[in-house]
């Protein structure tokens, strides 16, 4: 086994897209990798400066996070590059819709397939280079296009992308391989 010492290298990483509104009501939109699930009803993320922060703040904590697509990813990765503080126009150039959220004070990209609302619960670290938000999932919306049988959200229908950080690329997720607290019964 090679050694790379430590790295930030968790793999995959989610690519989630946070929704704010900045303070001219225009809905904002920016790529986090550093996220993932905390406890049962909860999200945390890592969260930097930009202008998506400031929104927060405007906003009551309020956010929505949709995940990345192979059919969303080039947009996906244009607002986790350029700030809204830097491109007036940053939303238009990604084509998305957006309507809000019913929830919370926050726009939803109707091209993802699945949305959390969210609301921030506390701050981890807080300092002038951002902070660990851990946020409360409020509720989570699925395009009916995207649901199985029995109604509930079909992941392999979405075409999710996860972010490979040692490669920096973005992968594509494939088929179903097994059935997770149930294939390993065979070797019991
Ligand atoms: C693949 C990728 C992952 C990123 N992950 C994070 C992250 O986890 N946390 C963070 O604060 N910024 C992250 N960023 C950077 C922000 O998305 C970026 O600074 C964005 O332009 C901020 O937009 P805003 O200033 O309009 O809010 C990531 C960017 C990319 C491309």
């Given at each position: 086994m090679k050694s790379f010492g430590s790295?930030?290298?968790?793999?995959?990483q989610p690519v989630l897209i946070i929704g704010t509104y900045n303070k001219d009501g225009k809905a904002n939109a920016m790529n986090a990798a550093w996220g993932g699930q905390w406890d049962m009803h909860e999200i945390m993320i890592s969260m930097g400066s930009h202008a998506t922060t400031e929104n927060l703040k405007l906003n009551n904590g309020e956010f929505t996070v949709a995940f990345a697509t192979a059919e969303t990813m080039v947009a996906s990765d244009f607002v986790g590059i350029v700030s809204a503080n830097k491109d007036p126009k940053k939303m238009e150039k990604t084509g998305w819709t957006e309507e809000k959220a019913p929830n919370v004070n926050a726009p939803v990209f109707t091209d993802f397939p699945m949305t959390l609302e969210c609301r921030i619960k506390e701050k981890i670290d807080e300092s002038a280079e951002g902070y660990n938000l851990v946020a409360e999932i409020v509720n989570v919306l699925c395009d009916e296009?995207?649901?199985?049988e029995k109604g509930n959200p079909d992941v392999e229908k979405m075409n999710l992308i996860i972010y490979?950080?040692?490669?920096h690329n973005y992968i594509q997720l494939g088929k179903v391989v097994g059935k997770a607290f149930s294939c390993g019964n065979e070797i019991k």
């Open positions: 790295k930030p290298w968790v793999l995959p296009k995207y649901l199985d490979d950080s040692v490669g």
